[in-house]
């Protein structure tokens, strides 16, 4: 079946960007999602990216889409401490509704 | 306000008892998610509704999970005899249903947390 492969952990000083990245193994997939989630909360959509565009950018995120190697990145611009947090990257086959998800990447932001 | 919204939050139960969990999509939203998210992972597909019925099942781990969704509305995912592996948080989603960019995005309530002793 579908994968999605990321990083377990990421560290980064504040104000440094941060670059969160992830691999996926579907070669359907139409719809790429970043969705972020704070202990003990549900999951909150950051942003998605279709598959036949290769960037995306959001004030300070920037998706990069690599639709050749399956790769997708988040990267954050000037990182705060509110951003420390998981962050989940999220696929959508073309005959699926359901998403497949990564293990999260925990984005600790060191003051 | 307008999210989705599940209840209870939080649930304990021992094991072999019958627990059932509700999902509130968000008003307008055709298309209803499950999805079971065990500790350090991420989300798993369980079951999607498209309206009344379930178009897509194959997530379901086996004949004791079962989800319904009456008046193409609220849900309630029921599990039966439950065992300690069930414990996990389980996540609703909604979206508009329809295949256009936007309305595919879907958007997730707090998740109700299941602990079975």
């Known amino acids: 079946g579908e994968d999605v492969e990321q990083s377990l952990f990421l560290s980064v000083r504040e104000g440094d960007s941060s670059v969160i990245n992830c691999t996926y193994t579907d070669s359907s997939s139409t719809y790429l999602y970043w969705y972020k989630q704070e202990p003990g909360a549900g999951l909150q959509l950051l942003t998605y990216i279709f598959s036949n565009m290769d960037m995306k950018q959001d004030q300070r995120l920037t998706v990069l889409l690599n639709k050749k190697d399956k790769h997708l990145s988040l990267r954050i611009a000037d990182t705060q401490t509110g951003d420390s947090a998981i962050y989940f990257c999220a696929e959508r086959g073309s005959s699926a509704r359901q998403l497949t998800f990564g293990s999260g990447t925990q984005l600790t932001v060191l003051p | 306000g307008a999210g989705v919204s599940q209840t209870p939050s939080n649930k304990v139960t021992e094991k072999g008892k019958y627990v059932e969990l509700r999902c509130d999509p968000i008003s307008g939203h055709t298309a209803l998610y499950w999805y079971r998210q065990s500790l350090g992972q991420g989300p798993e597909f369980l079951i999607y509704f498209q309206g009344t019925g379930a178009a897509d099942d194959s997530g379901l781990p086996n004949d004791r999970f079962f989800a319904v969704r009456p008046e193409g509305s609220v849900s309630t995912l029921k599990i039966q005899r439950t065992e300690r592996g069930d414990s996990a948080v389980y996540l609703c989603?909604?979206?508009?249903?329809?295949?256009?960019?936007?309305?595919?995005?879907?958007?997730f309530g707090p998740g109700t947390r299941l602990l079975v002793l």
């Open positions: 989603a909604s979206s508009l249903g329809v295949t256009r960019e936007k309305r595919e995005t879907q958007y």
